[in-house]
């Protein structure tokens, strides 16, 4: 692993992929069938990509309770535990509207309501990933959703995996469609025979469900569109250098364009931590993967002293950030930007995929300067409200007017105005 | 004006305007011109297009303040105080962070902070609209945002309008800049000579302003790309026909693509609606702009009952709706996709775009499905927290790397494990 000094050079902002036009192509090509054929579509599409002969979209509650029942009872009893971790983490975030009241009479107000209905898409294939099915599906459920909708690409059986139907298990999913690609975010859209359409579409997926989410936009909501993996390390000589290692790997196994940094200030930690990604990376079963992530995006920064980390570290705004120094409490508390932060030893990232109870959908690409982990806040709505009293729109009508004037828009002066072209009152 | 029978096949889902593709070249153009020659394309683009030969961008704190010492004293005192009461009900969006703590000494926590910089664009030339300004900037001073840019194209003298001028008076706003268009958008995401770049720009603009947005989307956030204006009424025998259709009317005078929308069970009021936006039409200083609006997106709907009412106001999801029924209290609980909501007979909807507080940036284009009004949550971001105790980690490890191998990724599970390949502990 390249180690370099650290230098106020540090560019490490990564590019989103933005597909090629073809496959931008493609994927008009895929919506526009969805919504034209229907059902027709999806089946077809399925065949085709998916190898699969489809009898019908919408799994079975059958489906679910047998992959239930066939599943590993400690696995089943793991993943409701980390389904308990999230809610009780996600409620945090249940707001609440507010009231101002004035003693005119009027009033101004926020409601928060949830979404009507949400859309999440679950990879399918040679990974599937139950944590996905709870860390989109939980914020969601918090949040009063009243739909939800599960989509995922079949197997070339026509299946989905257990795990994935099993964590549509434990919560309680009622709508779940075989149905991956560009083609699932259409149906999800525009609604098909089978999927009524859906107000926001969240959750990860290849490049086409990518451009497919951008390319839906503003028909229906989407969550961030997520780039490669990151992780970020900041550690001391306290640090145990196999323990870093494994974390930088655990985020390299994810993608070859996955990013892993190590920031030290420890010449000695980094060559450590150098040689232990080099033996590590050579029993793992995805060492192509992590191996090219690690080649071609990883690097270890030496810093000349704690405040260049700290800079550092802000300045990629990574997705995760671990802090494993003897300050490392006091160190987060400087950190601006990052999607989320891991302290101590006993932080591992993957504590956090899968069980602490935070969001694993993070903002990544140094987004995190100004977005967020996928949250209740995502699946909620703030309705503003006005009331103003009699009295109210007698001491400020003459105001508003002259307001409305200043900008030229004299029909808004002469709508507040036009309560006082008559005698009489209507509260 | 249009008079229709409520129907079920009632479908006012309005298109956003996508822009040419000629359009989209050359704000691609624009932007990349301002990213390789920077100052310089502001500076010539401002000549194209504003007619204007500036000697700088930024305006000084001097202009701003002989803006402020010519300007009508009452007008400013009417400023001042609707900054006020946007302030005030903005406040009531601060939101904390929370922190829960487990027995086995590990915590998760959520963290608000503020987004570093902001930029706002304000539209200029003939449509100065120092209230974008109070509406724009005051969440993100209230989110706490350090650095709030405005930018705004000057006329052909090179000036702004006195309106903004002295809307960034009252704010305290340092930096103001002269510039508009797509190319104030490029600066603002990349920054030149002058500008800094920020992390979110907000703002309403014409075309070229949106596709801009649109463009440095991800590279910066943005908000909504906003359509045009749109006002649903909802009114019974107890309303007043001249005022309903002054307000109907305060919408239409904005955009010939302005959507005017009255719904009620009152034939009689159907018709006098009718009848009052005729004859109000005729004096209005916008009255071309007003009844084009009212011609091709104006309609008063008929209904059988109440409940296909509230149905049909919910199937709108109005960027702004008025309720001016005797019951207009409970009508209101009963709608569930609004952007702004204005209740009984003196909250005319001018009141919410200048005076009452609440923000007059608002979802439009039915997506009050999904989106919500221009807010303090716009300018925050929340950072994940996690913290594992030896205990925490010692209890639940083997449940993460079970986990983590159910999807496959060994790295992850190794990462946890690697803690146990050691003796000795560090907390």
Do not use: C
């Not at 549509?168 to 779940?176: N, R, S």
């Not at 931590?273 to 060492?287: F, G």
């Not at 209740?376 to 400020?396: G, L, M, P």
Request: hydrophobic content about 40%; aromatic content about 6%.
């Amino acid at each position: 692993m390249n180690i370099q000094r650290l230098t106020d050079e540090l560019s490490i902002r990564r590019q989103l992929a933005d597909g090629t036009e073809q496959q931008l192509q493609a994927v008009k090509e895929i919506i526009q069938a969805v919504r034209t054929e229907g059902d027709a579509a999806l089946y077809r599409f399925s065949k085709k990509w998916d190898k699969a002969e489809l009898t019908a979209l919408k799994v079975t509650q059958e489906e679910i309770q047998q992959a239930a029942e066939r599943f590993d009872p400690q696995l089943l009893a793991d993943l409701t535990e980390a389904a308990d971790n999230i809610r009780s983490y996600h409620e945090g975030q249940q707001q609440q509207g507010y009231r101002q009241d004035r003693a005119d009479g009027s009033y101004v107000a926020q409601r928060v309501t949830a979404i009507e209905s949400a859309g999440l898409y679950v990879p399918g294939g040679t990974a599937a990933y139950p944590s996905s099915v709870l860390m989109n599906v939980i914020p969601a459920q918090v949040a009063g959703v009243g739909r939800i909708v599960v989509v995922s690409p079949p197997d070339s059986e026509g299946n989905l995996s257990d795990g994935v139907l099993v964590a549509a298990h434990i919560l309680g999913i009622e709508e779940l469609y075989k149905t991956g690609g560009a083609q699932a975010i259409a149906a999800l859209a525009y609604g098909t025979e089978s999927i009524q359409p859906v107000d926001k579409i969240t959750g990860p997926g290849n490049i086409f469900v990518a451009l497919a989410k951008r390319e839906v936009n503003g028909d229906v909501a989407i969550d961030m569109i997520a780039g490669p993996s990151e992780i970020a390390i900041i550690a001391d000589d306290s640090a145990y250098a196999d323990e870093v290692a494994a974390d930088l790997l655990s985020q390299a196994e994810h993608d070859p364009l996955a990013s892993a940094v190590l920031l030290t200030e420890s010449r000695e930690l980094a060559e450590q931590v150098a040689a232990q990604v080099e033996s590590q990376l050579k029993n793992l079963p995805r060492e192509a993967i992590a191996a090219a992530s690690i080649r071609d995006h990883g690097a270890i920064y030496v810093a000349n002293n704690r405040t260049d980390l700290i800079k550092a570290a802000n300045q990629l705004a990574p997705e995760h950030l671990e802090i494993m120094t003897e300050d490392a409490e006091a160190m987060a508390q400087e950190i601006d930007h990052a999607g989320a932060i891991f302290i101590g030893r006993y932080s591992s990232e993957p504590v956090g995929d899968y069980f602490a109870g935070t969001n694993h959908v993070l903002p990544t690409n140094s987004t995190a300067r100004f977005s967020s982990a996928l949250s209740v806040y995502d699946f909620v709505k703030r309705t503003s409200i006005v009331h103003y009293s009699e009295q109210a729109w007698r001491e400020n009508q003459e105001k508003i007017a002259r307001l409305a004037r200043l900008e030229g828009l004299e029909a808004h002066a002469r709508a507040v105005e036009s309560r006082a072209w008559k005698k009489g009152s209507q509260s």
